[in-house]
């Protein structure tokens, strides 16, 4: 698939409230899955907006060498994510009811999905969910993760895609609730939220493409391009957004997203320039269904 943005931190919005293949799963009263590309993306990875949402003190005490090793930790660069991950378990492991913990599992949620380990990054999400389940930016990370990473070998596919349901919608509804932290600007503060939001509808328009419910699936995409405010667009919800629209036999905008997909350098360019030519194809020979 398409590249990962390549960025050098994560900023979580949980701050502010206290990242072509068929898929095989059984789903009652479906016996064939919808065909669908393989969209786990090891270079794909939320980007950095440049907006810091502050996170607020924990009210826990720590002591004097977890502050300085909490320190040493947030001084790492992310520019080594398997140095970040070692570290960042063994202060866990060190200080496991850390007042750091929900910061740590964030930062770790990140370097996981950095070298492409989901089912690490997955796991680590959802024990920041279960300290903090007003994460939203780790939900919205999740949602799109656990989507994406599906594959022939995933056990029990339905139930993943539920939570990843589940995650991106918690993250839709409580995202615009999130007050502004001081001292930051409104234009980073919309960035962040936009960028969660766009995570968000994305995930959650993957897994009812995933189910077949591409009339459902259409929407969700279509909200996550219009607001992701990343300044090269995601590819993959390009992609997905144009056959999703040409299953839906939208011929025009299924060449109009495979379009914008294909001007875009990533390992799908080709894919998306071929859809372009045959959406092109089947409006020329078959009825487009209404909109």
């Known amino acids: 698939m398409g590249k990962f943005r390549n960025v050098t931190s994560i ?3 949980a701050g502010c409230v206290a990242a072509s293949g068929s898929v095989a799963y059984a789903q009652a009263g479906q016996s064939q899955p919808p065909q669908q ?3 786990q993306n090891k270079d794909q990875k939320p980007a950095d907006t440049g907006s810091s949402l502050d996170i607020p003190k924990a009210q826990s005490p720590s002591t004097p060498e ?3 090793a909490f320190k040493a930790y947030q001084a790492m660069p992310t520019a080594d994510p398997a140095k970040k991950i070692t570290a960042g378990e063994d202060f866990l ?3 496991p009811e850390s007042r750091y913990r ?4 964030s930062s770790l949620v990140f370097a996981y999905i950095q070298t492409g380990n989901s089912q690490k990054a997955q796991e680590i999400g959802e024990k920041e969910v279960a300290l903090k389940p007003d994460d939203v930016q780790t939900m919205a990370i999740l949602s799109q993760t656990m989507t994406r990473s599906i594959s022939s070998s995933t056990p029990e596919p339905a139930k ?3 939570k990843a349901q589940d995650y991106a919608k918690r993250a839709i509804e409580v995202t615009p609730t999130i007050p502004k932290p001081d001292g930051m600007t409104d234009e980073n503060f919309l960035v962040a939220k ?4 766009a995570m968000a509808h994305g995930g959650l328009g993957l897994a009812y493409f995933r189910l077949g419910k591409v009339d459902a699936a259409i929407p969700e995409l279509e909200q996550s391009v219009k607001i992701d405010p990343n300044p090269t667009p995601d590819v993959v919800n390009f992609y997905l957004l144009g056959m999703a629209n040409q299953k839906a036999s939208h011929f025009d905008a299924a060449a109009a997203a495979y379009t914008k997909c294909a001007s875009i350098a990533s390992s799908v360019q080709d894919k998306c320039k071929a859809g372009v030519e045959e959406s092109k194809k089947l409006g020329a020979t078959q009825l487009s269904a209404p909109k």
């Open 11 to 13: 900023f979580l919005l």
């Open 37 to 39: 590309p393989t969209t």
């Open 66 to 68: 977890e502050d300085a």
């Open 93 to 95: 492991t060190k200080y």
């Open 102 to 105: 929900s910061i740590m599992y």
């Open 160 to 162: 993943v895609l539920a």
């Open 194 to 197: 936009n960028q969660t939001l």
